[in-house]
């Protein structure tokens, strides 16, 4: 996810406007949103989703490994965590509990899944474990002890020279597949080449059918199914995609994969193709990075980029707003940078950037970690503070 400490940047006067042009090219200034606090006396937060249909509960994953629940029109979470496994959870810096993904059934089966990293004393070894949880008898608890294992990958060792990078993000997508997003597991520069590795989970998006297995199937369309790399393998060629989102309204897949020393990028590509290379680590961006010089032959170009020179330093990705409240935020995709602390969004038309914008919230955003979206489709903006906020026009 990051690389350092967030700072706050006052925000100034934003934008809208800007087609086509570079990945690069900057936002225009333009209009004015308001964040609108729906949550506070959070323990770095670091993700929020709510079951499919569930309009009256925001479920927020803390890093430490508790999901929090938060009722609609309350600011403070309930006293009992919908989720507590923070004796499972290895957390401090890229590592903890983080993300939750309800199943598309969860009204009637009660599944939900978490991705945490975990380390086993006697081996110090770190891993990226993906679990199956179900719900109570009480829906605003779970239970804890229905734990099921679907999915364990072992991180690079030792731990003090790869603490970073894990990704975190599981999401299912409008395919019903079960997506993870996976980092290169570190250190800098990817020393192993791991995101260009087929054989290797690291570096990669996968997708996996949860419930044509036990404890897991491989979906056809999988670009490695039949050999060639590891099946569950979607796309490759990611640093840190430590948030990514679906769009099912345009058929898109957007990635903010989070880049190394000088670029940030949000790659925009359709949902429904496979095997793609995204670059890392042959190109940081639209940049040659290792080699350089070198070739973009058969691999993405990012939509959008920008560089650390106002101080930034890792992308948050968001999501394409298709809420009801603010019908004139319509198709924008929201994103963000840790240390930046701006709000930005862009829309997609005819295979590229049509517009651009910089908003101009009515707060300072400090240490933004993730954004949300609600089982309405609105959208949310967590703060490494403990607060939580939705986007409104």
Not at 110 to 131: K, L, P, R
Not at 172 to 195: C, H
Not at 267 to 274: F, R, S
Not at 285 to 304: D, E, I, Q, T
Request: hydrophobic share 35%.
């Amino acid at each position: 996810m990051t690389r350092r400490l967030a700072f706050i940047c006052p925000l100034g006067a934003l934008a809208l406007l800007a087609c086509g042009g570079s990945p690069s090219e900057p936002p225009a200034a333009g209009d004015s949103l308001r964040l609108q606090l729906v949550a506070s006396g959070l323990s770095s937060p670091v993700y929020l989703s709510a079951p499919p249909g569930d309009t009256e509960r925001l479920f927020i994953v803390e890093q430490a490994g508790r999901i929090r629940i938060v009722p609609h029109g309350q600011q403070q979470p309930l006293a009992t965590p919908f989720l507590d496994i923070s004796n499972r959870v290895l957390s401090g810096g890229e590592e903890g509990l983080l993300s939750v993904a309800f199943h598309p059934g969860y009204a009637t089966n009660h599944y939900f899944y978490v991705d945490y990293t975990h380390s086993s004393a006697a081996s110090d070894t770190v891993y990226t474990v993906i679990e199956r949880y179900t719900v109570s008898a009480d829906s605003n608890i779970a239970d804890s002890a229905t734990h099921k294992l679907i999915l364990r990958i072992t991180q690079p060792q030792p731990v003090s020279l790869y603490p970073n990078h894990k990704g975190g993000l599981v999401m299912f997508g409008p395919d019903g597949m079960f997506y993870i997003g996976m980092g290169d597991g570190g250190s800098g520069g990817d020393p192993q080449n791991r995101a260009q590795n087929p054989d290797s989970l690291l570096g990669k998006l996968l997708r996996i059918d949860v419930d044509g297995g036990d404890p897991y199937a491989i979906p056809t369309g999988n670009p490695f199914k039949n050999g060639g790399g590891a099946p569950e393998i979607w796309a490759l060629g990611l640093r840190n995609p430590w948030r990514y989102a679906f769009d099912a309204p345009s058929g898109l897949l957007y990635i903010a994969d989070v880049g190394q020393n000088t670029w940030e990028e949000v790659d925009v590509e359709p949902m429904n193709t496979a095997g793609l290379n995204y670059g890392w680590r042959i190109m940081e961006g639209a940049h040659c990075y290792n080699p350089n010089p070198c070739s973009s032959s058969g691999l993405v170009l990012p939509a959008v980029e920008y560089d650390h020179s106002n101080g930034d330093c890792a992308v948050i990705g968001g999501f394409v707003y298709r809420g009801t409240r603010s019908p004139s935020l319509a198709g924008q995709y929201f994103y963000s940078d840790l240390c930046g602390g701006w709000l930005r969004s862009f829309t997609f038309a005819g295979g590229g950037v049509a517009t651009r914008t910089l908003w101009t919230p009515n707060i300072s955003l400090s240490s933004p970690t993730s954004f949300g979206q609600d089982a309405n489709g609105e959208l949310y903006v967590l703060s490494g503070n403990g607060t939580v906020y939705r986007i409104a026009q």
